[in-house]
């Protein structure tokens, strides 16, 4: 399948959705909604509710993340908003502001 | 296409087949469309609209090449290019236009100046839009006696600010200024 | 009416309605109306300000009018061209000076609505 990038210079006001990977080296504003991955590069900043199956930050998330799948902050990315997922791993580096919830799924 | 991008590489961006983006998006790199995109695009650079591409939006770019579908106008510094898989509805206002064999487009062309007849001295007209004009023969001997109403003289400059020239437009269409000058034939 | 091929040489300049079966060559100037069945070539020093209303059409000059093609209308890198035009298809080459409305058939995909 074709992968999708948007590159360092683009900035995108508005919505994404897809059901493919995604990677995000430009800006996004506004909401993202894919069925498949979502990789924000170093040089990414988006800020944007986030609704995917995995999402992957190592640049700059303002927002909230609702994941199926899995949520990873790589090191030198900084993310403030709540993640929801069932499994998440945060990076020894990584910058985190926000509520984590991985009781997805699972009545309490 | 394989990106692998350092940052600031200006690397070509791609919007694959099932991806919808809707709103303004702008950049300094290529663009390259295979999914849809609505709303508002302006790039510096190129804008390639491939086949299972879908642009609805006003585009402003340096050059654009469709070869899928654009809904919208498209004004580019450069030049546009539809190809033979092209469809475009919208008006184009770039220098240079090119528009293949297969491919479709409605719309207006604009490439700033365009000199087609320079004669009779007479002043320019804009263009009348072409209402059924199929039949103009009839519609020609009418106007001729109201164009000549209209026209005593030398008309102005055109009305028309294209590319902010201002260079008169030819007389378009006999129907529009029919002074009979009966001019010495050179045979 | 064989349909033979009909040249409206440099030096001539028409003023008046033209039509005819056969294809017609314009190196000169015509001013006025032309129809044909077939084909229209206007030659890099032809000169048309008509409305036409033709088969096919190779502008290589300078033509100011609207067009309607049945067939196609070529716009060649040397033409200038200030009209409507019509038809089903449309060439534009590099280099040509084109200032108009271009319609030709669009089949666009399920639920785009154009602008206009």
């Known amino acids: 399948m074709a992968n999708t990038v948007i590159g360092s210079s683009i900035v995108i006001d508005g919505e994404i959705s897809g059901d493919e990977d995604l990677v995000i080296q430009g800006t996004v504003k506004g909401k993202i909604s894919l ?55 945060i990076a020894d580096g990584a910058s985190f502001k926000g509520n984590v919830d991985m009781d997805v799924g699972k009545g309490r | 296409m394989a990106i692998q991008s350092r940052e600031g590489a200006g690397v070509a961006t791609e919007i694959g087949e099932s991806i919808l983006i809707s709103g303004s998006l702008e950049g300094d790199e290529d663009l390259t469309v295979r999914g849809r995109v609505e709303g508002n695009v302006r790039l510096t650079r190129t804008l390639i609209v491939e086949a299972s591409g879908v642009v609805k939006a006003d585009v402003a770019v340096k050059d654009a090449v469709i070869s899928g ?49 320079r004669h009779d001295g007479a002043g320019a007209k804009s263009l009348p839009r072409p209402a059924g004009k199929a039949s103009s023969s009839a519609a020609r001997s009418t106007q001729l006696a109201r164009s000549s109403a209209r026209e005593s003289g030398r008309p102005a400059s055109p009305p028309r600010p294209p590319a902010g020239s201002s260079a008169p437009l030819p007389p378009l269409m006999a129907g529009a200024k029919k002074r009979v000058i009966l001019k010495k034939g050179k045979r | 009416m064989a349909d033979a091929t009909g040249v409206i040489g440099k030096g001539i300049e028409i003023k008046g309605t033209l039509s005819g079966a056969g294809d017609l060559v314009v190196e000169g100037r015509v001013e006025g109306q032309i129809s044909l069945k077939n084909m229209l070539t206007i030659e890099e020093s032809g000169e048309v300000r008509a409305d036409v209303e033709v088969q096919s ?60």
């Open chain 2, 69 to 117: 579908v654009v809904v919208g106008n498209v004004t580019a510094t450069d030049s546009v290019q539809i190809t033979a898989d092209g469809r475009m509805v919208g008006d184009i206002a770039a220098p240079r236009v090119i528009i293949v064999d297969g491919a479709s487009f409605r719309g207006r062309v604009d490439m700033g100046d365009v000199d087609a007849a």
């Open chain 1, 35 to 89: 069925k498949e991955s979502l990789i924000v590069a170093g040089s990414g900043v988006v800020e944007a509710d986030i609704d995917t199956q995995n999402v992957e930050v190592a640049g700059k998330v303002t927002g909230n993340i609702n994941a199926s799948d899995r949520v990873e902050l790589k090191s030198d990315c900084r993310m403030v908003g709540d993640i929801k997922a069932p499994r998440i791993l």
């Open chain 3, 57 to 116: 059409i190779v502008i290589q000059g300078r033509m100011a009018g609207n067009i309607e093609a049945s067939d196609k209308v070529q716009v060649t890198s040397t033409a200038r061209v200030v009209g409507d035009i019509k038809a089903p298809r449309v060439v534009l080459e590099d280099g040509a000076r084109f200032k108009g409305s271009i319609e030709m058939d669009v089949k666009l995909p399920e639920g785009l609505a154009p602008h206009r």
